[in-house]
């Protein structure tokens, strides 16, 4: 599917980001089938429509997981570990069901015991690539409307930034509160 095919497309430019980075390693990358066979669920809440919080059950499902060594920072014995959750976004769903199902469980995902378990910390971002800016503006903001406080735990870009230039350094990745992009790495 053009899904699995855009994961793919992301994994290798990750892979080729890191080749050109001395400092930094691709420590791990656990992939949707791994999450598909044994998947963390959690309870989370969000802000409905009527704006009160609802609470809902889920199984959390990421489309991949990779964690980057800093080697230069691990010698000096500081943080040196960056992990983050992968969400492609073909926009088969509408927007208030990414809000609900990707940003709020999503951002109560990395809080939770059952993700501290899997991973030994609750250190996390989730990356979320999906169609077009339009597409990206829109999950943006629902990302704020349904968990503003963990909206920082976010970043989005567009599958042809995924394809051109360097996914790590290159400044192609957007929060929900950022006047411009940044790059994951600074």
Not at 60 to 79: A, H, S, T
Not at 155 to 176: A, E, K, M, Y
């Amino acid at each position: 599917t053009h899904h699995d095919l855009a994961v793919v497309d992301f994994r290798m430019a990750v892979e080729r980001s890191v080749d050109g980075l001395p400092d930094i390693a691709l420590s791990q990358w656990i992939s949707e089938s791994k999450f598909r066979t044994n998947p963390d669920r959690i309870e989370y809440t969000f802000k409905g429509n009527n704006g009160r919080l609802q609470s809902k059950t889920k199984g959390v499902c990421p489309d991949g997981f990779f964690c980057l060594i800093d080697e230069k920072r691990k010698r000096e014995g500081n943080l040196h570990k960056a992990c983050f959750l992968l969400e492609v976004d073909m926009a088969t769903h509408d927007n208030p069901s990414f809000g609900i199902e990707k940003a709020a469980a999503g951002a109560a995902y990395i809080q939770s015991d059952a993700y501290r378990q899997r991973f030994g910390g609750n250190a996390g971002r989730w990356l979320i690539v999906t169609t077009s800016e339009v597409r990206m503006k829109n999950l943006m903001r629902q990302a704020k409307q349904r968990v503003e406080r963990f909206s920082h735990l976010f970043f989005f870009t567009t599958l042809d930034h995924i394809s051109n230039g360097d996914i790590l350094s290159d400044p192609i990745w957007w929060q929900v509160n950022g006047s411009k992009p940044a790059s994951l790495l600074t």
